[in-house]
């Protein structure tokens, strides 16, 4: 029997070019599937450290306690995600990296998250904008066909239930309050609700991992979220919105000028004394 | 699901109950329910626990002082962090639901009745110094991520209530 060397060639060159091409898609896959978690993580670190900010200096002792609990929440709930990112990069990059080495561009959050904390109406406002959306995207992330991201998303689910609890409260009691608290509360409404739709924008990253079912579809999320939201609102006797014009690109890496005074805090540590550990 | 569908070692419960809760000292890891395996393989033990809340700080301790009486007991271990099934309160056992009382710290009631405590102002949970269920809540956080701040409005007595998590 001989062997035709030219055959074995092209049978290898066929075999290498299935190879390399199932490899790009795994890695493509791997690209989509850890900036999807980076998008989801990006919003709990920013918002965790505008809450965390709070510490010592909320209006009252409770709830100076209750904000950083939130807080404290969202970093555990970042942690996961980011020890999983670090797992799918596969790079040696560990999850501290991937939370403090990053540039301003690199953060995928939405810009809601990183508004400064104006005064206590405006912080509760933001919370209890980000927590209604939160709340239901959880929900969802619950039935991902990723094991881990739904892990986790079950896990959250139970702590920021209670959070969407307290925020809810505290517009409705500021709102329904006196005069001053109501003008306040709805000033903060009104300023914050400019980046409430971006909160339904999908990346391409989202929309890759939609159609693996692993993402959740966050366009399907936004009519909930509004009715829920204007019911709130109007128990707190405060006026829904009616602006139709919103800010986007928090989740493109554009953002408004408080994230980078904010990284600047966040990362001072971190570049400091490098290799820190959490 | 409750605790029976825990992969326990018989030979390590006397050990793994000797290990207490950091931040509530008076409850052993065991009736958290927050070890959900421990096996013996080749002189090694393989621990499984599940945090209570995300950020709670207090899990890397624990798996510290696991590793540390399993040392003292001549077994090398390996801890490993699960996040499934997700803890509850429910896994909380009789005995560590009396601790927690004896101790200042209201145990959880159930997931209707920690709603309409901790929403509406309903007053049912029991004071943990005078037993009188006229008592008020202060904030839904508490000293750690896990409590609510209550106060008693007939002996004045502030305590904590362990939240309802399921
Ligand atoms: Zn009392």
Redesign the pocket.
Known sequence: MSIDRDEIEISLKARCEAIRKVSIEVNMKNENLYNYILGIADNSLILGQRMGELCGHGPTLETDIACTNISLDLFGQVRSYFQYASKIAGDGRTEDDIAMLRKEREYINVLLVEQPNTDFAYTMARQFLFDVYHLAFLVELQKSADLTLSAIASKSIKEVSYHERFSSDWVKRLGDGTEESNTKMQEAIDALWTYTDELFHQTEADKAMVAEGIGVDVTKLKDSYYRHVSELLEEATLQVPESKYFQKGGKEGIHTEHLGYMLAELQYMQRTYPNMEW | MTTTEQDIDKKLIPILEGVSDPEIPVLSIMDMGVVRSAVIKDNTVKVQITPTYSGCPAMDVIGDDIKAALKEAEYNSEIELILHPAWTTDWITPRGRKALEEYGIAAPLDAEADKDVLLNGKRIVK?T????QN?RLVSQFGSTACKAQFQ?E????PFDYFKCLK
């Open positions: 004071c110094n005078c037993g009188s008592t008693c007939d002996c004045q007595e």
